[in-house]
């Protein structure tokens, strides 16, 4: 069956930098906005961009992932001719093909991708947040005839955290930097790359080292090569959510700044999660609630401010939560007081404790376990 | 477990009025994110059923949309699945359950079901259930059918063997029972077992019960038993950001759905996926679907408002517990109401009158004018109208029209007469005649008529809205559209058997340019219908039922066309209608003092020369004598009925066709004793007849409102009636088992079930005096009342107003 243009999202990352947010959950798979999931970015995106065969390169705790995706219906990714395919590290008679790297995974299934005989690759980061159409930027690709096409944006902090791309004034990349100090150019790349299939295969059986990754190796080298590599700006609103403060700052943005992902907007670019079953949440009589996002299957009996709740959450009497991110499952007590943190799935603070921190403080009952259902300040 | 398959019946309707003008009941939004079948559908799922058919009525995209393949209930499946099985006759009406002859229409489903049970139940309850647990103790009790109860109240929902089931439904023409209902209620030797459901549980029928069930939900106690971790209810997926809650928000004991946008006050409300509530808004006590708009400052309190309605800034909307507002989906609200009203009828009292009409357009002006609205009414000047009212009215003006290319003069008058301004228009040649209708050229008399209003509405007017009465004034909208005049109009439909049949050669003679002739002949009902800008009819029954040919003939296509412009509403019965007030009857009495009936009913005997006796169960017919009234059905059911028993009495009032008639005196001579007829109108007044009777039958086959059934509620006669039209909106049937309603009522128009239904009628009367109390009392607080009817029509010129750009 061939298809003009396929998939490949990378969701092996381990996401260290999120701490325990992550101990027991795949980066794309940490919850976001209340009722998402980062995974749920990307593949929105490609069932608005009209790709409908997609592999999963996995590797870190997949079963969360393959669980909640399933046959990727919530994203009407469930075609007979196409679909979802978790691709995941393989033993063969060449040995072990534990993935060493993001090129690394991808060379590993080029048995999958050349099933499809795909004019276009897309390769993809399954932990980013933003909404695109990947549309025009492989059709920007074709008419460049460029071999390799790079997403592109213009990070609002600082330049060295991410790969920068200098280009020339068409868009042509000249020069690659991996977190620079003296950053050369304004954009970094955003993990999204368009490949042609012939230059994909070539160069990643080149690159049949000890390491490969995109950025750092797999880049510079067909630079190296003389391919022709192109930018391709994107001017929506994209974050690379790798630390606790960039994924508090993401989620407090729909808080802040409803019109950077404009959530509420089914028409263009809808967000797709999974459905929980869940009647609406109730907020009972003297709840108190501002400057805030809930979800299905909560009750509210105490106060909430500037806070993002997730499903099925509790919050009694007098309990009182500001400036947090609270998951689901998560039960607050009576009269529990809390203030910036992130409450993981299914942690249970008891009456009367307080966590009111100065700084972003991420909370499961390991950390509450260790403090002893004291009082903190 | 795989032994059961289910049967959804999705083929009743309910009176839940405008909700379910879009969809069907089933496919009603619930709890801000829920559909009603999802109950249905997620109970069977989670009793591992994998073989589900729905047996719908007429309209059920919105339920398929819903549904889909099943996939959301596990119902995709290779093996069974899901069925969603249309009725093959569009043009039977629903009855209150489905019958073995609609499930009949599909028995292939049946045979090749390979499952032993049956699992019947109904697409609008909202209920967290065990159907195994069900299944379990029918086994066990080796049970023929159970039905599934809470406490007093059926659900219609029952288990039984496939093979029984098949049974009856090919028999379904020899057998005397339509429905399972029947089955359990009426069928000897069957073993009935009743399994009790013991938790939250509720069938959405009216507008109370919808409005109940989803504020219930806010109770804890009855919210978890149907929002169950373990046994979710499941619906089809959407998709939607967590509700965002903004600085000024203020919520308290609600739920709110997913995509909402909150910054007023919300309290003890149900609020759907994506409503928006601005700042300054109160939505108290409401239920409001999704993609609504409440604006800012507006103010909603007992209110069902439908998806994506609009409530306008500043507006207040008002209902109450009993009654909540209900809006249109995608209507516009504001507050207007200072809007001014003009009627046009062939009749009023208490100027001329010769039937119902003038009664019901009377009744209506009254009472608008009584809420505040400024409402004129414009009638022609007969003669009769001259003579009696020429020193009272004074001349406004006169005017020269154009009719067939001639001039003729009219001259205008006015009166005030109840807060209505009235209009007569005088013209000698067309209005002043021995008679009103009748005549030869009554397509010209009226298309003339019609032609002078539209002439006069400068000098009388400026009109917010026309309000047209019958075929009378039907090509008004006609003429006003072909001048490109803004007025808009609403045309009632009181009678369609008069349809005003005349030359075609009448449009040539007003001068209209757009018209498409299609006969030598025009209609000026079936005009007014296609020209109109909305259209009511006199009961929310008899407007579904027009849909149909059996009911609507001939204009059936045309009312189909305009089905979205299409309204019932009842109209109402005066105050004066009451035993309080009448000075007719020999003792008055009320609900309190409900025992004085009895000397009414001796009145009644006495003067009708029957043998005296509280003890004899005393029938009441006032009736104009037609085919359509039922006779046909009444003469063998009363000959029966008759013969069977001793204890009963017959009185009938009325006048009409001569056959049945005779028909009737040959009764009446065969049961000397017991029936007296009172053909003509005369001596008795029908008020005896309504304080005196025990019974009052109305077997009408059409009825399209109905008084005489209300009038009999309010004198605390116990009303017997076949299940049409504003008979099926006022009267609820008693049930045996759960002993309630307010009248006996019956489907089939056939006279064994209206000999059964008197029969029943009968037991009670003879063996349950308490219930048959109950029933009277019932009826005699049914609120039929005028005003009610002027806040409907009220609510509908609102619509009109706010939404006259869709036109």
């Known amino acids: 069956m061939k298809k003009r243009v396929i998939a490949m999202v990378l969701v092996g990352g381990r996401g260290t930098r999120l701490g325990p947010i992550t101990k027991f959950t795949a980066k794309p798979a940490v919850s976001f906005g209340g009722k998402y999931r980062l995974i749920d970015f990307v593949l929105s995106n490609l069932t608005n961009s009209r790709i409908d065969t997609v592999g999963i390169v996995t590797q870190y705790e997949p079963h969360e992932l393959m669980q909640y995706i399933q046959r990727g219906a919530t994203w009407d990714l469930d075609t007979s001719d196409g679909g979802i395919h978790f691709l995941t590290p393989y033993t063969s008679y060449e040995g072990e093909q534990w993935q060493k790297g993001t090129a690394h995974a991808i060379l590993q299934h080029l048995r999958f991708i050349k099933e499809y005989n795909p004019d276009y690759v897309l390769i993809l980061s399954g932990d980013h947040v933003y909404k695109m159409n990947y549309k025009p930027m492989i059709e920007a690709h074709k008419k460049s005839q460029a071999e390799i096409t790079i997403a592109t944006f213009k990070p609002e902090d600082s330049l060295s955290r991410y790969g920068v791309l200098v280009t020339d004034e068409k868009e042509n990349i000249i020069d690659f930097q991996e977190k620079p100090d003296q950053p050369k150019g304004e954009h970094a790349s955003m993990g999204i790359y368009v490949f042609n299939t012939a230059c994909l295969e070539i160069i990643l059986k080149d690159a049949l080292t000890d390491e490969a990754d995109f950025g750092k190796n797999i880049i510079p080298k067909a630079l190296h090569q003389g391919k022709r590599l192109k930018s391709y700006r994107f001017d929506g609103y994209f974050r690379d959510v790798g630390t606790i403060e960039s994924l508090y700052a993401a989620n407090m943005d729909l808080i802040d700044h409803p019109e950077y992902l404009k959530l509420h907007d089914y028409k263009a670019l809808p967000l797709y999660t999974k459905s929980q079953d869940l009647p609406p949440h109730h907020i009972a009589s003297k709840a108190v609630v501002s400057e805030s996002l809930i979800s299905d299957g909560s009750l509210i009996m105490g106060r909430v401010k500037r806070s993002i709740i997730s499903s099925n959450v509790l919050i009694n009497h007098q309990a009182s939560v500001e400036n947090s991110l609270v998951h689901a499952h998560v039960k607050i007590g009576e009269n529990a007081k809390i203030k910036n943190c992130i409450l993981l799935e299914n942690t249970y603070v008891l009456p009367n404790t307080s966590l009111l921190f100065d700084e972003i403080t991420v909370i499961d009952n390991e950390l509450l376990w260790a403090l002893g259902g004291h009082e903190h300040e | ?807």
């Open chain 2, 1 to 807: 477990m795989n032994e059961m398959f289910a049967v959804i019946d999705a083929t009743t309707k309910g009176q839940l009025d405008k909700l379910t003008f879009h969809r069907m009941p089933g496919a009603l939004p619930f709890a801000g994110k829920f559909r009603l079948i999802d109950f249905a559908l997620s109970n069977m799922k989670h009793a591992q059923i994998t073989n589900v058919a729905i047996f719908p009525y007429g309209n059920y995209r919105s339920l398929q949309d819903h549904v889909g393949s099943g996939k959301r209930w596990d119902l995709d499946r290779r093996k069974d699945g899901l069925f969603v099985l249309p009725p093959k006759h569009f043009g039977i009406p629903t009855d209150d359950m489905i019958t073995f002859q609609r499930m009949n229409e599909h028995i292939e489903y049946f045979r090749r079901s390979t499952q032993d049970y049956v699992l019947l139940t109904q697409a609008n309850i909202v209920w967290n259930i065990d159907f195994n647990a069900v299944l379990k103790e029918h086994i066990e009790k080796k049970a023929t059918i159970t039905e599934i109860m809470l406490e007093k109240k059926r659900l219609k929902t029952f288990i039984i063997s496939k093979q029984l089931l098949i049974d009856y439904i090919i028999e379904y023409d020899l057998i005397p029972y339509k429905t399972l209902n029947d089955v359990v209620n009426d069928a000897p030797a069957i073993e009935v077992h009743r399994f009790y459901h013991k938790n939250y549980c509720r069938t959405i029928n009216t507008i109370y019960d919808y409005y109940r069930a989803n504020i219930d939900m806010l109770r804890f106690d009855f919210g978890r038993h149907v929002f169950k971790e373990d046994r979710p209810i499941l619906s089809k997926e959407k998709t939607a950001p967590p509700a965002t809650y903004e600085t000024d928000a203020d919520i308290e004991n609600s739920m709110v759905a997913s995509g909402s946008l909150i910054n007023g006050k919300v309290i003890h409300s149900i609020i759907g996926r994506d409503v928006i509530i601005k700042k300054g808004a109160v939505i108290e006590n409401s239920i409001v679907m999704s993609n609504s708009v409440i604006e800012n400052d507006a103010h909603i309190n007992y209110a069902i408002l439908d998806k994506a309605t609009i409530v306008k800034k500043g507006t207040y909307i008002e209902g109450t517990s009993r009654e909540p507002f209900v809006s249109q989906k995608e209507q516009i609200m504001t507050n207007q109401n200072d809007f001014s009203i003009l009627h046009v009828s062939s009749e009023c009292y208490p100027f001329i009158k010769t039937g119902g009409l003038a009664d019901v357009v009377n009744g209506l002006t009254r009472n608008l004018a009584k809420n505040g609205l400024e409402v004129s009414l414009v009638l022609p000047l007969y003669q009769s109208v001259k003579k009696n009212y020429e020193s009272v009215y004074k001349k406004l003006f006169s005017k020269i029209i154009t009719y067939n290319d001639e001039p003729h003069k009219i001259r205008v008058y006015s009166l005030v007469y109840k807060q209505v301004n009235v209009y007569f228009i005088e013209h000698f040649k067309y209005f002043e005649r021995d008679k009103i209708y009748g005549y030869e050229d009554d397509g010209d008399r009226y298309a003339f008529f019609n032609l002078a209003v539209t002439s006069i509405l400068n000098d009388i007017g400026p009109f917010h809205i026309i309000h047209l009465h019958d075929w009378h004034t039907g090509l008004i909208p006609l003429i006003l559209n072909d001048q490109k005049s803004p007025e808009l109009t609403l045309l009632t439909l009181h009678n369609i058997d008069y349809q005003g049949i005349a030359d075609a050669n009448i449009i040539r003679k007003l001068n209209i340019k757009q018209f498409v002739y299609t006969h030598d002949k025009i209609n000026f009902l079936e005009i007014g219908i296609d020209n109109a800008t909305k259209l009511t009819t006199v009961s929310p029954t008899y407007r579904d039922e027009l849909k149909y040919d059996y009911y609507g003939k001939n204009l059936t296509p045309v009312l189909l066309k305009r089905e979205r412009d299409f309204y019932g509403i009842l109209n109402g019965l005066s105050r004066k209608d009451s035993p309080q007030n009448d000075s007719l009857i020999i003792t008055k009495y009320d609900a309190k003092t409900i025992s004085a009936k009895i000397d009414n009913k001796l009145f009644l005997q006495k003067e009708m020369k029957l043998d005296m006796g509280l003890d004899y169960f005393v029938l009441g017919i006032v009736s104009r004598i037609a085919e359509h009234k039922g006779f046909e059905i009444l003469l063998p059911a009363l000959e029966d009925f008759f013969t069977h028993t001793e204890d009963t009495q017959l009185v009938l009032l009325g006048t009409g066709d001569q056959y049945i008639m005779e028909q009737l005196k040959h009764l009446e001579a065969k049961f000397k004793n017991r029936i007296k007829l009172n053909l003509g109108y005369d001596s008795t007044v029908p008020n005896y007849i309504y304080a005196g009777a025990d019974l009052f039958l109305m077997p009408s086959r059409i009825e399209p409102c109905g008084l005489s059934q209300m009038i009999a509620m309010r004198y605390g006669t116990v009303p017997l009636v076949r299940k049409t039209g504003g008979l099926a909106d006022t009267v609820t049937g008693y049930d045996p088992i759960t002993k309630s309603g307010n009248g006996f009522s019956f489907y089939n128009y056939d006279p064994h079930a209206l000999k059964q239904a008197l029969y029943e009628a009968y037991q009670l009367f003879k063996n349950d005096k308490t219930t048959w109390r109950k029933m009277m009392r019932r009826g005699m607080q049914s609120d039929f009342g005028l005003k009610k009817q002027a806040t409907k029509f009220i609510e509908l010129y609102q619509l009109i107003l706010e939404n006259r750009t869709t036109r």
